[in-house]
């Protein structure tokens, strides 16, 4: 019986490791696969670009509330001394949020200290450009956020799990 018992617990064990495994959060696209090349339409090679679609799956239940992040570091140092460009900050998405949808890109700033996002405009080559989602034990509510160190700052500890997505883009030569 007691070895009945010790198996029990291992298979529970297991089971709940596995249940926690497969709760992990994620981002992805419908607009485009990790490593894959960002459309055009949501760069600044198109007139007005929206932000892609985005989808967050596995958010951990003890989450309250979610941020997005999306940078390019791949800038040259020549045009930004951090070689990295912020195109969209976005915080305190509620934690039940299956994602962004297109155009939904007024929401956050970016590193203009604009409203909104800023699509993929490489001045040099392809660059890859990382969407990052987060989901903080907390909501950041009036935290004084007015670039991405700010928002860092105000999650430090508080980050409960974390995805990524990355795309390149090139932009076109005219």
């Known amino acids: 019986m007691r070895k009945r018992l010790q198996y029990a617990a291992v298979a529970l064990a297991m089971l709940v490791v596995s249940l926690n495994a497969s709760a992990k959060i994620g981002i992805k696209s419908s607009a485009f696969t990790a490593g894959a090349s960002i459309p055009l339409k ?3 090679d198109a007139q007005n670009p929206p932000n892609p679609p985005l989808q967050f799956t ?6 309250k509330s979610l941020v997005l992040i999306m940078f390019d570091p791949d800038v040259p140092k020549t045009l930004m001394p951090t070689g990295e460009f912020d195109h969209w900050l976005v915080w305190d998405i ?3 949020s299956k994602g962004i949808k297109e155009g939904e890109n007024s929401q956050g700033l970016n590193g203009m200290g604009k409203a909104g996002y800023v699509g993929p405009c490489p001045p040099d080559r392809e660059h890859r450009y990382f969407f ?26 508080h980050i409960i799990d974390q995805a990524e997505l990355m795309g390149r ?4 030569k005219k």
């Not at 883009?169 to 076109?172: A, D, Q, R, V």
């Open 132 to 157: 990052r989602l987060y989901a903080l034990d907390v909501k950041l509510g009036n935290a004084k956020i007015a670039n991405r160190k700010d928002l860092e700052d105000a999650m430090k500890s």
């Open 58 to 63: 596995g958010v951990p239940k003890t989450a």
């Open 169 to 172: 883009y090139e932009k076109i």
């Open 94 to 96: 509620a934690p039940d």
């Open 42 to 44: 949501y760069t600044c």
